[in-house]
């Protein structure tokens, strides 16, 4: 069993692939406040949990099933969560913080102030993690272990997702410059200094990327392209695809894109070239790949 889970926030919805045969099941997020708005999403064993950022709430949701089983209250306008052994961490955007729930026995443990609207995070295997504050212009790095912020490393304008390095020396940062009409970038900055030490300038407004061995592919939201950075050889070339591409994934040789406007999925082949669409639900965004044992 092996697929995309991808957030349909404006249709209170997840859309389901089948990355084989190109299956499309939808699954309704409507057990907690409606509209839910199911915004971020992250794997936890056999299920997805999506932030739903209208519903004030996190769902659980089979993949086997493709069924939403259980929805817990969390705080006002969860924007996104990830799963470290068995704590949720849970950004909140109207209260700029991070709320960290136990999981298993559904209570919450913590809660931490971060800076102004808190968007993304990415946590890695030893527990470290990034977290983009959006509308304050900075990352700030945790540690899952200890549950404690570390530092805070101030960044470009209107940051929207962010990666850890493998050797945990490095954070990506997508510095999107939504409404200022300039390009992007994709920044690096050293993990203990907090300095800039890399660019890729992008197209405009980008707010998303896939970070893969030789590729960084990012959705640029405001021109309607995607964007491939040829990371060995410093190279960006981009295609066109029209509407709003937001959220994006390399899975197996091709690239998933996902049409915040048009409502549309595209795969894109190693040629750049579109190979199929698929219609989803209104306004897609975050997206995750599974891979369960049959």
Not at 62 to 79: C, D, F, Q, T, V
Request: glycine residues 8%.
């Amino acid at each position: 069993m092996e697929g995309l889970c991808i957030c349909n926030t404006a249709s209170n919805s997840l859309s389901f692939i089948d990355i084989n045969n190109y299956k499309h099941i939808v699954c309704p997020i409507v057990l907690g406040e409606c509209p839910s708005g199911p915004h971020g999403l992250c794997l936890w064993g056999e299920n997805i949990i999506t932030a739903n950022s209208y519903g004030d709430s996190l769902s659980v949701v089979s993949i086997r099933l493709k069924k939403e089983m259980e929805n817990l209250y969390i705080g006002s306008h969860p924007n996104d969560i990830k799963v470290y052994r068995n704590k949720g961490y849970v950004l909140c955007g109207e209260s700029n913080s991070l709320i960290i729930i136990d999981l298993i026995s559904k209570k919450i443990m913590k809660e931490i102030s971060l800076g102004v609207y808190p968007h993304f995070m990415y946590i890695n295997k030893s527990g470290k993690a990034a977290i983009v504050n959006m509308d304050s212009n900075e990352i700030t790095i945790f540690d899952c272990n200890q549950d404690e912020k570390i530092i805070n490393i101030q960044v470009e304008e209107t940051p929207t997702k962010c990666y850890i390095s493998k050797n945990d020396e490095e954070i990506y940062v997508c510095e999107s410059n939504l409404g200022l009409n300039r390009r992007g970038s994709i920044s690096i900055y050293d993990f203990r200094s907090g300095k800039k030490v890399y660019e890729y300038k992008v197209g405009f407004g980008p707010v998303d990327f896939y970070y893969s061995e030789n590729y960084i592919y990012v959705s640029n939201f405001e021109e309607g392209t995607v964007g491939f950075i040829d990371v060995d050889n410093e190279g960006y070339t981009d295609i066109k695809i029209g509407g709003m591409p937001r959220g994006i994934i390399e899975v197996k040789d091709r690239v998933y894109v996902a049409d915040n406007f048009k409502n549309k999925l595209y795969i894109i082949n190693k040629a750049r070239e579109i190979e199929k669409t698929i219609t989803l639900g209104k306004e897609p965004n975050d997206m995750v790949y599974y891979n369960l044992l049959d």
